[in-house]
């Protein structure tokens, strides 16, 4: 099965900050990822697909670029409401739809 | 409006069985694909399995966590994704959701979710 390692699993960072969060799959997926952004106590959200597409509705400074192996997600300013936990996920339905570990965002 | 709403969830033994429901409404569920994840307390996301439109073959993937005890199924007639769950472990305690997809290729974004619904297995 495809293992997803995301890096780091938590981060500490200002508002306005830049911030990156690597997906790293331990075989080839071309552009088959996605990213979720879980808020406490909520339902994830889709945020990204097919690597870099950005959802309808989501915030322009959340992107995504990579292919292969190696993914990231870039939020290019953090905002408050931020503060969550995000997910890579693997969306090549002939495969395990298998998520990385989660990435836990919190605001300094 | 796109609305999943899990249902089902419960205190059970281990070992016993539960089913969980997903009736969905706001768009037309037949045309499209399902999947079931659920989380742990303080855990991260999990993949269980998924289902894809009979369009589609209506063909069946479950994680191999879960081969051989869970099943999903899809009732296209009332909207309904079905998570049966059986041989049920304290490990199986989590909040289980079910999400739509919407297939691109071969590739599937989860693009609406539902609010979860918490199995928790204990003696």
């Known amino acids: 099965d495809i293992q997803l390692t995301q890096s780091p699993s938590f981060l500490s960072a200002s508002v306005g900050d830049r911030v990156t969060i690597t997906c790293r799959a331990s075989?080839?997926?071309?552009?088959?990822l996605a990213w979720y952004q879980q808020k406490p106590g909520k339902v994830p959200k889709l945020l990204i697909y097919a690597a870099s597409t950005l959802q309808s509705g989501v915030p322009s400074r959340f992107s995504g670029s990579g292919s292969g192996t190696e993914f990231s997600l870039t939020i290019s300013s953090l905002q408050p409401e931020d503060l969550a936990t995000y997910y890579c996920q693997q969306i090549n339905t002939f495969l395990p739809l298998t998520f990385g570990g989660g990435t836990k965002v919190e605001i300094k | 409006e796109v609305q999943l709403v899990e249902s089902g969830g419960a205190l059970v033994q281990p070992g016993r069985s539960l089913r969980l429901s997903c009736t969905a409404s706001?768009?037309?569920?037949?045309?499209?694909?399902m999947s079931w994840f659920r989380q742990a307390p303080g855990k991260g996301l999990e993949w269980i399995g998924f289902i894809r439109s009979e369009a589609y073959g209506g063909t069946i993937q479950h994680a191999a966590s879960v081969k051989g005890r869970f099943t999903i199924s899809r009732d296209d007639s009332k909207s309904i994704a079905y998570l049966q769950m059986n041989s049920l472990k304290a490990e199986d305690t989590a909040v289980y959701f079910c999400?739509?997809?919407?297939?691109?290729?071969?590739?599937?974004?989860?693009?609406?979710w539902g609010q979860g619904t918490l199995v928790t297995v204990s003696p």
């Open positions: 075989q080839g997926i071309s552009s088959y």
């Open positions: 999400a739509r997809g919407d297939v691109v290729g071969v590739s599937c974004r989860f693009d609406y």
């Open positions: 706001g768009f037309t569920f037949g045309d499209f694909p």
